[in-house]
T-cell receptor, first 112, second 109 residues
Framework: NAGVTQTPKFQVLKTGQSMTLQCAQD?????MYWYRQDPGMGLRLIYY???????DKGEVPNGYNVSRLNKREFSLRLESAAPSQTSVYFC???????????FGDGTRLSIL | QQPVQSPQAVILREGEDAVINCSSS?????VHWYRQKHGEAPIFLMI?????EQKGHDKISASFNEKKQQSSLYLTASQLSYSGTYFC??????????FGTGTRLTVIP
């Protein structure tokens, strides 16, 4: 019963460093999402993938890239981290359009 | 595309009722409701798939007015365990899921 697994759970970076956040789901869902949540704020959609091989920008895509490696995995990359990207990042997956989204436990990312 | 939620925050005493509203500028295929406890991931509460649909479990229910592009979450006889931030999520096309800014609910004894 793994559901959605995110790695790492915590990370501290220096400005300008790069890193990739990993997300994998075992529910055979087509849709996957990356959100960021700033303190006291709501969830903002960074990128989403409606199916394997497709990705689309959400509300706040600048500074990020994504890869839908296969149906299970959807990674988020920060090429040159900036302090404004300090946030909690959630990955989620769902069956197309109508079913509930399942969230991972989040990655707490701090950029100094 | 982000739906708008109101109120932003509400404080209740145990046993009181609350309504949280969610509205969108786009036609909606479905509306989702989630609750998030501090430091945790959001947890799914319910989904409404068509206009006029109402759902509920325990003392939490929701309605979906497709024409008005609105949904409301009703919490009755609130319990301490209801505290958290409630998010509505809307799907309006291309299978993307956008969340509102959240409503922070605090239930006090």
């Amino acid at each position: 019963n793994a559901g959605v697994t995110q790695t790492p759970k915590f990370q501290v970076l220096k400005t300008g460093q790069s890193m990739t956040l990993q997300c994998a789901q075992d529910m055979n869902h087509n849709s996957m999402y990356w959100y960021r949540q700033d303190p006291g704020m709501g969830l903002r959609l960074i990128y989403y993938s409606a199916s394997e091989g497709t990705t689309d920008k959400g509300e706040v895509p600048n500074g990020y890239n994504v890869s839908r490696l296969n149906k299970r995995e959807f990674s988020l990359r920060l090429e040159s981290a900036a302090p404004s990207q300090t946030s909690v990042y959630f990955c989620a997956s769902s069956a197309p359009g109508t079913a509930n989204a399942h969230f991972g436990d989040g990655t707490r990312l701090s950029i100094l | 595309q982000q739906p708008v939620q109101s109120p932003q925050a509400v404080i209740l005493r145990e046993g009181e009722d609350a309504v949280i509203n969610c509205s969108s500028s786009k036609a909606l295929y479905s509306v989702h409701w989630y609750r998030q406890k501090h430091g945790e991931a959001p947890i799914f509460l319910m989904i409404l798939l068509k206009g006029g649909e109402q759902k509920g479990h325990d003392k939490i229910s929701a309605s979906f007015n497709e024409k008005k592009q609105q949904s409301s979450l009703y919490l009755t006889a609130s319990q301490l365990s209801y505290s958290g931030t409630y998010f509505c999520g809307t799907v309006s096309g291309a299978n993307n899921l956008f969340f509102g800014t959240g409503t922070r609910l605090t239930v006090i004894p």
